[in-house]
């Protein structure tokens, strides 16, 4: 953490960051962090404090990021508006967070320091703090149960990060309270690269943000990439600047990549892999319309066990604050995503082994069955899931997000006959439904089915 920043201030008069919150140098954003060091001994922020940051991506929640990594505490991120306030305060509890620097605006904030709670600090930031690590605690979505509080070593991650082959200006698309959105912010800084901000995360605002500051990296969901092309925002705008764009987080469809492949065919695309538990993987993918891909290398170990990835990870997490440790006791973590391996060691990514549903002995992955109904017309977005069944065990079922209203019967007969001549019979989902809100959460992640 001593060369952060310094290597920043390295940069000097090169743009560092644009969009929300205005334009900054990186000898600005060093100079904005170092008057927040300074603000921190003001407000008695000393090193191990456990300070939550609320606020979307700016310059001044950056720099006060970058701040705090320097002075060695625990940063908290949160998005200004997820979780809501109740599960916020939660979760504050749960780090023992003991400052809250809340963002109203890009320059506006407040600062509210936190009475400590009645139990003892968690062993593994009080470790953390002996250790005089900095460190990042990053809370789940909650989707599935309890959030897990999910504590890494700050200098741990970014170490990972090695030399890019040239900076390039990147939309900042993940929030800072998701690894990815930590990898994408100081993975680019850190290469010397612009940091493009536009919190508004919808097909629109993101396309004007790439014309106006000639992104050309865009690192998305696949849900997200999905919405974009539905939305048909792409063909009113000039994003003749991308060059590069990253997916992970969830399976991507081959409809939907087939797709982006075409409308953008000068841009290359790269599936990501990586978890909040292990940090993101270095990853190849074979070619911009393949689902297949390389991962791990540069100290990330990976095996395919019973069709299952493990991996073994330099940047680890050190725990969970709220859960036991998921690592085995030679350090290598059962991601729970069931893979295929190729005769050439790629893989692909099914999406969670929890996810395959058994009908009558017979796994079927959910990501094939949303393939096709993608296809079938009608259909913006699909979830597919499994339903307990006396007789067979479970059954298919699918949630499906329509582009324009339709007659119920008719589009469950429609897309059953469709099924029904691109699947096997027990791969036809029994029950089909409409969903009347989108079927993705605030990062942009389908819910429920293959997540």
Avoid at 108 to 131: G, M, N, Q
Avoid at 441 to 450: D, M, N, P, S, T
Wanted: hydrophobic share 40%.
């Amino acid at each position: 953490m001593d060369t952060l920043l310094s290597r920043l201030a390295e940069q000097d008069d090169a743009e560092a960051m644009a969009g929300y919150g205005g334009q900054v140098t990186y000898r600005e954003l060093a100079a904005r962090t170092t008057a927040w060091l300074a603000e921190l001994d003001r407000l008695g922020v000393a090193a191990g404090a456990v300070v939550a940051v609320v606020g979307n991506a700016s310059p001044e929640v950056v720099a006060l990021f970058t701040a705090l990594a320097v002075r060695r505490c625990v940063v908290v991120p949160f998005a200004p508006h997820d979780p809501p306030a109740g599960e916020r305060a939660r979760r504050m509890a749960t780090a023992h967070v003991t400052e809250v620097v809340e963002f109203g605006g890009p320059g506006e904030w407040t600062a509210t320091t936190v009475a400590a709670p009645d139990e003892p600090r968690p062993e593994l930031t009080a470790k953390l703090a002996e250790s005089g690590e900095a460190g990042l605690l990053l809370f789940s979505s909650g989707s599935t149960g309890e959030s897990k509080a999910a504590l890494l070593s700050l200098p741990r991650l970014l170490g990972g990060f090695g030399a890019v082959a040239r900076p390039r200006r990147t939309l900042q698309f993940m929030a800072l309270d998701h690894i990815g959105g930590v990898n994408t912010l100081f993975r680019t800084l850190l290469g010397g690269g612009t940091v493009i901000t536009e919190p508004r995360r919808t097909p629109k605002h993101a396309c004007e943000a790439i014309e106006r500051h000639r992104v050309q990296v865009l690192p998305t969901t696949p849900t997200f990439l999905n919405m974009l092309l539905l939305s048909g925002a792409h063909r009113e705008h000039d994003l003749s600047s991308l060059e590069l764009i990253t997916y992970g987080t969830e399976p991507m469809r081959e409809v939907t990549l087939a797709h982006a492949a075409e409308v953008f065919p000068h841009v290359r695309f790269k599936q990501t892999y990586g978890l909040t538990e292990t940090g993101i993987l270095p990853t190849r993918s074979v070619s911009s319309d393949s689902l297949r891909m390389a991962v791990g290398g540069h100290g990330f170990r990976t095996e395919v066990r019973d069709g299952v990835l493990w991996i073994k990870s330099p940047s680890a997490m050190l725990g969970y604050l709220n859960a036991p440790s998921p690592f085995d006791d030679d350090g290598w973590l059962n991601t729970g995503d069931a893979v295929v391996v190729a005769g050439d060691g790629t893989l692909r990514v099914l999406g969670r082994r929890s996810a395959l549903i058994n009908v009558g002995g017979e796994k079927v992955s959910p990501a094939e069955v949303e393939d096709v109904l993608l296809r079938a017309g009608n259909v913006a977005d699909v979830v597919v899931s499994g339903r307990a069944n006396a007789v067979t065990g479970a059954i298919v079922v699918a949630t499906v997000e329509l582009a324009e209203p339709e007659e119920r019967k008719a589009l469950n007969r429609r897309l059953r006959q469709f099924c029904g001549e691109h699947l096997p019979s027990h791969k036809v989902p029994a029950v089909i439904t409409v969903s009347d809100r989108p079927l993705h959460g605030e990062r942009f992640k389908r819910k429920g089915g293959a997540l």
